[in-house]
């Protein structure tokens, strides 16, 4: 018989499932509700779309309404009536424009929350098949088509599942895991499940961190100590991962339960832990053995102790998948307490926004956000900038340019351990940021600035390491985890740069750029250097290519006799705290000689007496600059070259005659036929050079002012003192000495008169 009725429309208990198409369904309702021609469609309500899952509450909402969030501007005729921006400037564009300075995602605590995977009873794996090397992918198939993911899913860290793991699973069963990016390292674990954590520190594939996979686990310990009260078991290294708080060691009896209520990690000594056991029992002997260590799902919350992981480096993330499950024991119960914790050693929960999806360990930086800022500012490891420096105040400078070689080189053949990402375990004393590593496996020498320092005291899981860069100093080293290598630390300040160098003679060396270390270009006349065979620094006065000519510094005569020999490290650095780097160019290949003796004149042409006469040619024209073009009345008149040297000598000829007589301590400008050609006549040459004596006549020493050969006495006008020192002297007795006037001198208490004649 046919229906009497036609039934047509949606039956109200499927709750709108049986639509067909529920976008256009809602469409269509949402198309009447509209004020204008803008429309109103479903899309507009995907603001709201999964808040429920969040933090996000009706006060957060009322916010976003607010008028003051709208972006207006004054037109020209009515400007005290604002109007909204056209087209209008929404939540989520300002979103995007902060994005250009966080970075996407933001560089600090901007994680997205990592994947999900919600895993029904049919995609666990039996218990039987489960051991102490499964994996978290070995218990969870996550590919399965009735597997919800990945979704976001974090809320914290704390996970309250209730009585289903999924509200669409058929049962009461399944499991549930998590993966994702963070840098945290210290954190505890809770849990009414089975679980197993895991970790990719290196990105060469998981490790198992804790692995409670069943209910009951076999694990080998050593008998400590029983007082009647409490039992204290320990247990390795590889055994603690398969223990936590909360489990239990059946009685004597064999019901009653004997529960772990505290770990202390290397309380027997490094990498033997003690379990305490509120309780004795007889199934742990005094001999040590193996015995169960047992929890029952859903009933009881055990607690992990504190589980540390490697310390990588700053900015850096390393990959971690949380896997915990419950499964169906056969005694049909439901298991209702389905609840996991994730949180830091101070108990605090851990925001989705800490943890990432996706990370990429190594990639550059956008230029323009904030990470990029970061990792460029000014700082030991970013000592070079086109920025432009400005200041509203006074910049003080300290710098002491180095004398003995031992002020700049801070540790020598000391060994450490590598084992990843940059990471070199061992000692790290006397060892700050910003210092270089210096290594050579035969072939390579390399050098490295310190990046990071991890100073734990040796705790557990903690060693002391320094950070050089996580990937190309292990390549250049041909270093794998594990291996060790002797380095030297050298001192950052004011190094310019380190170098292999080859000797040539006692005063000459060959420079090679090391890897990672700057070019031999960035060496520059009188900057200072030192080999590893010397013990005191000298001064760089000739460059040929890569070669580099030094002498002694001033009042450092002792160390005249120093060589450089064979292959062997050199370390070169500023001689002042300043450079002026803005006529670096236009000064290319200028240099400057100290004058040692008066200048003399004959037959058209000056002659120069100078500390040495290396670099100084004839051809191509080289030119001398002396305060050229000042109102001094000393100085070298414009385009005099030189006309002759004699190194024997040390002297030069000059194509000209010098106004007035140049004196000892006072610095000559030469300038190479290129750069006057380059830069033209006109150029103020004397400014590529700082005078290289700054008290002449005297000459500076560390001891302060001396006499030079050529002055050794000085006379003056007037002469003050703060305070007189005379050492070594010998009293006489004169009665006939003439004087008109004298100083007084204390010694001892007494005073004593130094006569002026």
């Known amino acids: 018989m046919a229906n009497k009725y036609q039934k047509f429309g949606l039956r109200a208990d499927k709750n709108l499932a049986d639509l067909d198409n529920k976008q256009v369904a809602l469409a269509n309702t949402l198309d009447g509700i509209k004020t204008d021609d803008t429309g109103f469609a479903p899309g507009d309500l995907l603001v709201v779309s999964g808040l429920r899952n969040t933090e996000v509450d009706q006060t957060d909402l009322i916010q976003v309404g607010d008028d003051n969030i709208l972006t207006t501007y004054s037109p020209v005729n009515d400007p005290n009536n604002p109007l909204p921006t056209v087209p209008l400037i929404r939540l989520v564009d300002r979103i995007e424009n902060y994005k250009t300075i966080t970075g996407t995602p933001p560089f600090i605590n901007g994680g997205d929350g990592g994947n999900a995977w919600f895993v029904p009873s049919n995609h666990v794996t039996s218990a039987g098949s489960i051991d102490e090397t499964s994996t978290g992918a070995d218990v969870l198939d996550i590919n399965g088509a009735d597997v919800i993911g990945p979704v976001d899913f974090w809320d914290n860290g704390n996970w309250r599942l209730g009585l289903k793991v999924n509200d669409t699973f058929i049962d009461t069963y399944g499991g549930l895991q998590w993966e994702g990016y963070t840098n945290l390292t210290t954190f505890n674990i809770g849990s009414t ?14 490790e198992i961190v804790k692995s409670i996979y069943s209910e009951s686990i076999d694990v080998s310990y050593d008998f400590v100590s029983d007082d009647g009260t409490t039992t204290i078991v320990s247990v390795d290294e590889a055994n603690l991962k398969y223990v936590t708080t909360g489990q239990y060691v059946l009685g004597s009896d064999n019901t009653t339960h004997v529960v772990v209520s505290k770990i202390e990690r290397d309380a027997g000594g490094a990498g033997v832990h003690h379990l305490t056991l509120d309780g004795t029992t007889s199934n742990i002997s005094a001999s040590g053995g193996t015995v169960a260590f047992k929890m029952q799902q859903s009933e009881v919350e055990t607690l992990s102790e504190e589980i540390r992981l490697r310390q990588t480096y700053t900015g850096d993330m390393f990959k971690i998948r949380l896997t915990v499950w419950w499964q169906d024991r056969g005694d049909g119960d439901r298991l209702p307490f389905k609840n996991f914790e994730f949180y830091d050693v101070d108990s605090e929960r851990y925001p989705f926004s800490y943890v990432y999806k996706s990370y990429t360990r190594g990639q550059t930086p956008v230029v323009g956000t904030f990470e990029h800022f970061n990792k460029n500012k000014a700082g030991p490891n970013a000592q070079s900038s086109t920025a432009v420096l400005s200041t509203s105040n006074t910049i003080a400078i300290q710098y002491d340019p180095p004398v003995n070689t031992s002020d700049k080189v801070k540790v020598t053949g000391r060994t450490f351990t590598y084992s990843g990402l940059g990471k070199l375990e061992g000692d790290i004393s006397n060892i700050s940021v910003g210092d270089w590593v210096v290594a050579n496996n035969g072939a390579t020498y390399a050098c490295y600035q310190v990046e990071q320092i991890i100073n734990a005291g040796g705790t557990y899981n903690r060693p002391d390491a320094i950070f050089v860069n996580y990937s190309s100093f292990a390549t250049a080293m041909n270093l794998n985890n594990g291996d060790t290598i002797s380095v030297s630390i050298i001192d950052h300040l004011g190094v310019i740069g380190i170098y292999k160098g080859v000797s040539v003679d006692a005063d000459q060396t060959t420079l090679t750029a090391m890897t990672n270390g700057p070019a031999v270009s960035e060496v520059k006349l009188d900057m200072l250097a030192c080999s590893s065979s010397m013990t005191k620094f000298k001064r760089i006065v000739n460059l040929s290519s890569s070669e580099i000519t030094t002498e002694p510094v001033h009042g450092e005569g002792e160390a005249g006799a120093e060589a450089y020999s064979g292959t062997e490290i050199v370390i070169v650095c500023a001689s002042f705290g300043l450079v002026d780097s803005s006529s670096e160019v236009q000064c290319q290949g200028v240099f400057g000689k100290e004058v040692t003796a008066s200048s003399t004149n004959s037959g058209g042409r000056t002659t120069l007496t100078l500390t040495d006469t290396n670099g100084l040619v004839t ?135 130094m006569l002026i004649q």
Do not use: H, W
């Open 193 to 206: 499940g089975k679980y197993i954590i895991e970790y990719d520190p290196l990105g060469t594939g998981y």
């Open 619 to 753: 051809s191509p024209n080289m030119y001398a600059y002396y305060l050229t073009g000042s109102s001094s009345p000393v100085q070298i008149p414009a385009g005099l070259t030189i006309y002759d040297v004699n190194t024997g000598a040390n002297t030069i000829e000059l194509s000209g005659t010098v106004n007035g007589t140049i004196e000892p301590g006072a610095t000559i400008v030469f300038v190479p036929n290129s750069a006057y050609v380059r830069e033209g006549a006109s150029y103020a040459f004397e400014g590529c050079v700082l005078p290289l004596n700054t008290a002449p006549p005297f000459a500076g020493t560390p001891e302060g002012l001396a006499t030079i050969t050529n002055y050794p006495n000085i006379e003056f006008n007037e002469v003050a003192f703060t305070e007189l020192k005379i050492n070594n002297t010998t009293a006489s007795t004169n009665t006939n000495m003439a004087y008109s006037e004298y100083l007084t001198v204390e010694y001892n208490g007494t005073n004593y008169k």
